[in-house]
Each structure stands twice: as structure tokens, then as C-alpha cells.
């Protein structure tokens, strides 16, 4: 018994695939030493995405490509009778239940039960001579199924990031019946042609669905990392989410560990210091990401060299910053500074001098930088004239949170230490009220006006990237002495994977 077809583009594809991802990929003897992002997601997190499990499966027996079958069977008096089976199709498809069990270092253990699906096309039978085959007559015919569906997914590494083998794939079934022309009794020419159309039509299902299965696999993996790389990337600044090492699958989740190294233009980062170990997080929550401290730092240092670190203040925004409290010294030094002339026709200018440096400590994130102030004025008829200058190095703490999905920054004890300071109205820079009053205008207004415009920035980035798509349930940002964990628990998008699968199939 035969069943033809061409084996498609897309089986060859998989094939090819599977080639590839036997090939591991290659890391050193210490492959934690070069990781700069982890992500976990523990067994409540996979429970949870297996109940979008259906519509995935659902996606691969609609997308299945069935061949035609054909056949042909000697029978007593009648000689050879041939078949085939054509224009196959998929309706009625339905799914009972979805298991999912993490087998430690092994694999994704999916067990689909009582997949039941109704499977239409065209029975085209007659006899075959010694010299030719008349094909006479056909009619239209219905298989009901039931099916048990299991799924042994192996996490791996291919070309530097995960990938998804769902090869170790078997169909169970409880029923396959044949109806023809919607007849529902038993006939001579149901009989004659479900007994040996059955096998060949099972190994065929099998096959089909589940490289189809496996193929929307690996799709969805490259979904995720294309996800997570749009994520961590904003115009010219990008991490390298490459993989440190193998990924790992335990009994209670999931994790993969990646470089975190910051791109940028002609920039390239380098780092082989990690202090990261499994140990540092737990199962609790159902997704963690660890950053280590090098990451951050050199994201600061590539948003430096493109020249974001920097804030100009005008209006009532400056009036604010200069008028924090209505005494005597702040009006004095105001007059002094500004010499008379309005907010509105003033501007100041804060950016950093040099690159950030970053260190995380268990009290909150440490912020060192060499920040520049500068205030002109424009009289009205004069030339604009710089009236202070400031070099000042600030190192403040901030403590940072999530909540109605808004990034919240608190800046917590600050200190400044000025390096250069030049006003017109005190050349000598002996008066030293001007500069306790801008020490305190600076810490108290500046650098929360400061961390106010960060705010909001950061989180419309991160709504730019669809974090708001998701419900987000009791963040946490822990920080430790050289990394940051984040933790929390979420419900996963309405039809993400099902807006997904119909764009890209």
C-alpha cells in the first residue's frame, strides 16, 4: 500500500532544521561567566501559556498539508480494486483537555487528549487490470477521529539562540470511522475500503500534523526571541540576547541564559566576570529576569555616546526649579543669577559630561555621573549671555518599581560634589550662598525634575514593545550587590499567540 505526495517545502525545511539543531552549539568551560541576562519561567508560568496550547495545535491541523492517498488491494472476485484519496481536509475540530509536565533535563512533556476532528475529501475507487486502471466512480466521504495527541519538546541551541524540536511527536486514536456520502450505515464499500485505508491514513495524519506541529515549534521560538530582541532594542542601542549557554529545563522551569552585551554602532561590548548562579533565584514567581550590573552599565554608556543624557528646562519648568521655597537667600540668589531677566527668556541646559557608572547595591541602583549646568539669558535687544556654569559630580540612589503599568523611579540620598563653578555675578566664586543654594535646589528639585522626565520616557518605550499588553500582577526589582532580579506573575494577552499565527501562516 502506497500514499503519494511531494514532500513539501516547508517538511523540507524541518528536516533541514532538525540537521542543524543536532549540531549543539559551542560555549566555553564556563559558560555562566558570560551571561548578562536570565530569564526563568517556573512551572505555574507553563501551565498557564499551555492553556493557549489549543490554539497552536488547532493552527497545525488546519495548516497541515494532506497529500493525496492512493492505494490499491487485490479482492477475492473482484481482482484489484485501487482508491485514492483526495482534496483532504480538516473540519470540526475540537480539543478536551491540555497537560503540560517539565521532565528534568530532558524536555516539554505536552499531552493533548481527545482531540476530535471531522477529516472531508473525495474517494475515487474501481478496479485495476493487468494492462490499465479505470478509476469509474466517486463519491464524497467523511472520517470522524479521535485522537490523543503527545509532545516531547526539547530545548536547544542553534545559531546562538533557542530553538524548539518537537519531533518526538505521536498521535494516539481512539476513532477513526469512515462515512461515504454521508451514509452513516455499514455498507458493502465502506467495509471494503476502511479496513486497509485506516493504517495508511493514520501514518499520514501522524506525519503531516505532526511536522507541522514541530515546524510552528521552531516558528514560535523565533517569535519569542524576535520579541525579546525588539524588546531590548531602541533605534541604534541593542543587547546581544545570544545564548551563554545551553538552555535549561528542570521540574519546576524553565531558563535560558544570555550574553546581555550592549551593540552599538561601532561599539561592542566585552564581559567575562558574571556573578550569576541558579541559585540567586527561586521558583515562587512565575517569571524572573536577572540583569547583572555590566549591563546596565553599558547601556548608560551607550545612551551617552548617543548623546541622550541631556535635558533642556525653560518657562515654568525652570521657574519651578528656582522658586522651590520663597525666602530671602533664594531670592537673592535668583536676582543674582538670572540679573533681572524672566524665566521665559532664560534657559538651562543639564547633560552628562561623561558616561554614567552604574553599580547595584542591595539599598538600590547607584547612579555616579560628571553632570554639566549651564544657564543663559536673553535680554530683550542684547546678546544672550551665560550667566553660570556648573561641573558637579552627583551620585544619587535610586530605587525602581512597577506599578499601573507605569516604571516608577525613587531617588533616595544624593550627594554633589562641584568640580567647576563660574557666575557672572560672582566672579570670585567666594559667595558661597549662590552655590548652597544651588546644592540644594539641585538635590531637592533638579535631580527629581530629572528622574520625572526618565520616568515616563522609559515607560513609553516599554508600552512602544507591548509591555502593557500584558497584566502584569505584583512586580518586584530586587537589586543585590552586582545584579537586579526581576519578578513577578502575569496572564498572558488575549489571542497574542492566535494574531501571531494568522499573520505568519
Request: with cysteine; aromatic share 10%.
Amino acid at each position: 500500500m502506497l500514499w503519494a505526495g511531494r514532500m513539501g517545502l516547508r517538511t523540507f525545511s524541518i528536516l533541514l532544521m532538525l540537521i542543524h539543531a543536532s549540531a549543539a552549539c559551542e560555549f566555553g568551560p564556563f559558560p555562566y561567566s558570560v551571561t548578562g541576562i536570565v530569564c526563568r519561567m517556573t512551572k505555574p508560568a507553563a501551565l498557564l501559556l499551555n492553556q493557549e496550547t489549543a490554539q497552536v495545535i488547532q493552527a497545525a491541523f488546519r495548516n497541515a498539508k494532506f497529500p493525496n492517498i492512493t492505494g490499491e488491494r487485490s479482492m477475492r472476485l473482484l481482482g484489484k480494486v485501487a482508491y485514492g484519496l483526495t482534496n483532504i481536509q480538516v473540519n470540526d475540530l475540537s480539543i478536551e483537555q491540555s497537560e503540560v509536565e517539565l521532565k528534568e533535563n530532558d524536555a516539554i512533556h505536552i499531552i493533548i487528549k481527545n482531540v476530535t476532528a471531522v477529516f472531508k475529501g473525495t474517494l475515487t475507487y474501481g478496479y485495476a487490470g493487468a494492462w490499465f486502471l479505470q478509476l469509474f466512480h466517486s463519491v464524497d466521504f467523511e472520517i470522524e477521529s479521535s485522537i490523543d495527541l503527545q509532545i516531547n519538546i526539547k530545548l536547544m541551541c542553534q545559531k546562538d539562540q533557542v530553538t524548539a524540536d518537537a519531533s518526538d511527536c505521536y498521535l494516539s486514536f481512539h476513532k477513526l470511522m469512515l462515512h461515504l456520502q454521508g451514509d452513516k450505515e455499514p455498507g458493502w464499500l465502506k467495509q471494503l475500503f476502511t479496513d486497509f485505508i485506516s493504517f495508511t491514513l493514520k501514518l499520514v495524519l501522524k506525519s503531516e500534523v505532526c511536522n507541522e506541529i514541530n515546524f510552528l515549534a521552531q516558528v514560535l521560538a523565533n517569535f519569542v526571541h524576535d520579541l525579546a530582541a525588539n524588546f531590548v532594542q531602541d533605534e541604534d542601542i541593542r543587547l546581544d540576547i545570544s545564548l551563554a549557554s545551553d538552555p535549561l529545563i528542570k521540574a519546576n522551569y524553565l531558563e535560558s541564559h544570555h550574553k546581555g552585551l550592549v551593540l552599538y554602532k561601532n561599539y561592542s561590548d566585552v564581559f567575562n566576570d558574571s556573578v550569576f548562579s541558579p541559585s540567586l533565584l527561586t521558583d515562587s514567581r512565575m517569571l524572573y529576569f536577572w540583569l547583572s550590573e555590566h549591563t546596565l552599565n553599558s547601556l548608560a554608556s551607550a545612551a551617552f555616546r548617543d548623546k541622550r543624557l541631556g535635558l533642556t528646562i525653560t518657562g515654568e519648568k525652570l521657574q519651578a526649579l528656582f522658586e522651590m521655597e520663597d525666602t530671602e537667600v533664594q531670592r537673592k540668589a535668583v536676582q543674582m543669577i538670572f540679573q533681572g531677566t524672566s524665566y521665559n527668556d532664560s534657559v538651562a541646559k543639564v547633560w552628562s559630561l561623561a558616561h554614567p557608572q552604574i553599580s547595584v547595591q542591595p539599598e538600590g541602583t547607584v547612579v555616579k555621573s560628571l553632570v554639566g549646568l549651564e544657564i543663559s539669558i536673553f535680554p530683550p535687544g542684547e546678546e544672550p549671555l551665560m550667566v553660570l556654569y556648573i561641573e558637579k559630580e552627583i551620585t544619587v540612589t535610586i530605587r525602581a518599581a512597577y506599578a499601573e503599568k507605569n516604571l516608577i523611579l525613587h531617588p533616595l540620598d544624593s550627594r554633589i560634589k562641584f568640580k567647576v563653578f563660574k557666575c557672572t555675578a560672582d566672579p570670585s566664586g567666594n559667595d558661597l550662598s549662590i552655590r548652597n543654594f544651588l546644592r540644594t535646589m539641585i538635590s531637592v528639585v533638579g535631580i527629581p525634575e530629572v528622574i520625572s522626565r526618565i520616568e515616563p520616557a522609559l515607560t513609553s518605550l516599554m508600552n512602544s514593545k507591548g509591555l502593557n499588553r500584558f497584566e502584569i500582577r505584583n512586580p518586584e526589582i530586587i537589586t543585590r550587590k552586582g545584579y537586579v532580579i526581576v519578578q513577578l506573575d502575569f496572564s498572558f494577552p488575549n489571542h497574542l499567540l492566535l494574531d501571531f499565527l494568522e499573520k505568519r501562516l
